[in-house]
């Protein structure tokens, strides 16, 4: 059950409700046989990064979209309150830009952890979609979402991450190294 007049929340999945940054970073490691932290990961994308090019095709299309790493992963710390949280003050759209073919796997993992939501949309253009469902803030971590997401004039919760902060600064995006700070955003936003 819903609150009438609740807003609508936009939330991504991988690194903001499961916890993809540490899963890759065990993944990489028990590969390399290295000690990585998760400041590895300092662009989006793992082709710029020279240390993680030359595992991308390995991580991305073998490893990342099976049922062993995927249910490997554990939630993001404070995840699951949070979007408890969220779905009891209002209307909770899971948005995320993975592939349509690990749909399984992803609703495997949400029914697992007892995700609560409304509505689960596999597109890479969030701005558009976001707009189209009325959301009114949105949590994330890509830094080319949180800037489309903000240009469109919907505000972000940006979750901290190495390869995010270059991003430059916008009245529209607020960073966040926690949930517990994510949701002290979400309560300042009616
Ligand atoms: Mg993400």
Redesign the pocket.
Known sequence: MHVTGGLVYGV?????IID?TEGMCRALNGRLCTNYDTEIFTTWGWEENPILAPHAFWFWETVFGTREFQLECEPVRGALQAVRALYLKGKVVLI??RKQQHQGVTLEWLMRHNIPYDSLYFSHDKANLALDLGVDLFF???PH?ARSLSSAGIPVVL?DYAYNRGLPPHSLITRVTSWEQAMREAENVS
């Open positions: 991504d999945i991988d690194s903001v993809l995320t830009a994330d971590d890509a979402q979750f």
